[in-house]
């Protein structure tokens, strides 16, 4: 924020200077493409919707004659109210426009600052609560004494803060708790978690309302909005509080850090410029180059000694060309300067200073040739280092991109590139075939399943015949009569390799009973058929 007032120029103007409202919206609309370019991708907002509805409400609550002009302080105390900054930077920006240059607070500029700040809930409709009276400064400051910066944050950061701006701390910590989640259920609302605000009574046992519940006053059973309830704005499970309280019985819980660090009392001045800049002599002496010399080949070369005789020998060569211009203008301008004896002077300082420069400059020379292959020797590695790493990374790179090329490839296998396989096409073909021939073998099982069941069901209805007629057959009777299908039944009886138990063992108790009879009507049979051929040889 405070940037975008540099930008916009609203730190070079005076409080009571008046803005139109062009001025406001491209300061509003710097202050939102700078913030999109900060957002990631994926929260970028709509700058033109945003500039629109905080244009309209800006115009709204200041603006409501249709002036078409605001203050300096007034947009200042507008945008820097409701940014979404710390709370703390908000009042120390606070503090710095109402406070005078040696960090005491004007009472007549808080009084102008509340003015325009408890504009925000008057333009909501919390007037009455929150409005605007003759009285707002004594409450927040009783007593008329020098308010310092750390004065001020006691008092505006206290708990509870001053009445006329409760409002402020609490839109922060509403902010703050947004995205709060707490895995508690609500004693009213019964839902299984909360978001915001936790509200926990301290006179019923385990009774927590949401924050929804409890700004609507709601309650249940033996709780009464009468009860004392504290505010929660995070989570903690059950084992930190056991580990933080028995850390408090043991001491290891250090004091309660204070709400805001403290501030010097004065305010900061800026950096002071000159002093840094390096002089510029006027005329040096003979063993300014000795000096500047003994330094820098006294140790190692450093970028800080390499730049201080860099300096130091632009700012003798300058002199040294001064010295010649004076030199040479007091030559033409005439004859007497030639005949005073200061000429001789002037000339052998000034091949002195040539003497002491050349002097200065082989020395270095001397010095830097092996400090200088050695630089060359050590940047030539780094550069040989740097091309093997490039290398490396280039190499990295390629594998990179033909392994997702080839995973691409092996992903997104296409019918035509497969149709352009022989041998897939082949192993395609064979395992249609055998799925055919699979289906039509498992037709032809279910077709004689079929078969075999009929079968069956015929089968277990002659035995239940055999066996209900059975003892009522007489040898006359029998020689009269044959009995009916001897070929089924001495076939059906006459199968020794398994019994019908054997090949159907996976049918019901009814046939494995049924077919037990068949054995016993199969053995009267054989006894009966004996009989009767005695009979007849008798």
Not at 214 to 220: D, P
Not at 240 to 250: E, F, M, N, V
Request: aromatic share 6%; hydrophobic share 35%.
């Amino acid at each position: 924020m405070i940037e975008a007032f540099r930008d916009n120029g609203l730190n070079t103007l005076d409080h009571s200077t008046e803005i139109n409202v062009c001025r406001l919206e491209t300061i509003i609309s710097s202050i939102y493409y700078q913030l999109n370019k900060r957002l990631p991708t994926t929260h970028q907002i709509s700058v033109e919707q945003s500039i629109s509805l905080l244009l309209n409400f800006v115009i709204a609550a200041y603006d409501s004659e249709a002036h078409g002009k605001l203050t300096v302080f007034s947009v200042k105390a507008i945008l820097a109210t409701m940014c979404g900054g710390k709370i703390l930077d908000k009042l120390r920006y606070t503090f710095s426009q109402i406070s005078d240059s040696n960090g005491i607070m004007m009472y007549m500029k808080f009084d102008q600052f509340l003015q325009e700040v408890l504009k925000l809930p008057t333009a909501v409709f919390e007037g009455p609560s929150f409005g605007y009276t003759e009285h707002a400064v004594r409450t927040c400051f009783p007593q008329q004494k020098k308010i310092s910066l750390n004065m001020f944050l006691d008092t505006m950061m206290a708990d509870p803060p001053p009445q006329c701006l409760v409002w402020l701390p609490l839109m922060h910590r509403l902010a703050n708790v947004e995205n709060v989640f707490h895995p508690v259920e609500c004693s009213y609302c019964r839902s299984e978690s909360m978001m915001g605000f936790r509200y926990r009574c301290q006179q019923c046992h385990n009774y927590q309302l949401c924050q929804t519940c409890f700004w609507r006053g709601y309650a249940s059973g033996s709780h009464s909005n009468q009860h004392q309830m504290k505010e929660h704005s995070s989570w903690k499970s059950p084992a930190k509080k056991l580990g933080h309280a028995i850390s408090k019985s043991l001491g290891c819980v250090p004091s309660r850090e204070p709400p805001h660090p403290i501030y010097p009392e004065l305010p900061e001045k800026p950096l002071d410029l000159a002093q840094v800049v390096p002089q510029q002599r006027s005329l040096p002496n003979m063993n300014d180059a000795m000096v500047s010399h003994s330094v820098i080949s006294s140790g190692a070369p450093t970028p800080t000694k390499r730049l201080q005789h860099g300096l130091d020998m632009a700012n003798r060569l300058a002199d040294e060309h001064d010295l010649i211009a004076v030199y040479v203008s007091r030559l033409q301008n005439g004859t007497r300067f030639l005949e005073s004896p200061s000429r001789l002077d002037e000339e052998h300082r000034l091949i002195a200073r040539y003497a002491a420069r050349l002097a200065a400059e082989a020395g270095n020379t001397q010095r830097s040739t092996p400090e200088l292959a050695f630089n060359f020797d050590a940047n030539k590695q780094q550069r040989q280092l740097i091309a093997e790493l490039e290398n490396k990374n280039r190499e990295i790179l390629q594998e990179i991109q033909r392994l997702r090329l080839e995973h691409e490839q092996a992903s997104q296998q296409t019918p035509e590139k497969a149709q352009q396989n022989p041998t897939l096409l082949a192993e395609l073909r064979l395992l249609r075939q055998r799925k055919d021939e699979l289906e039509q073998r498992m037709s032809a099982l279910q077709e004689s399943r079929r078969e075999l069941m009929v079968q069956l069901e015929g089968l277990m209805k002659l035995l239940k015949a055999q066996a209900a007629g059975s003892p009522r057959l007489s040898p006359s009777h029998g020689a009269s009569r044959p009995m009916p299908m001897p070929v089924r039944s001495t076939s059906a009886c006459s199968t020794p390799t398994h019994g019908p138990q054997d090949s159907l063992s996976g049918v019901g108790g009814d046939v494995q009973e049924a077919f037990a009879q068949a054995d016993e009507g199969c053995e009267d049979e054989e006894e009966a058929e004996k009989l009767q051929n005695g009979k007849e040889r008798g």
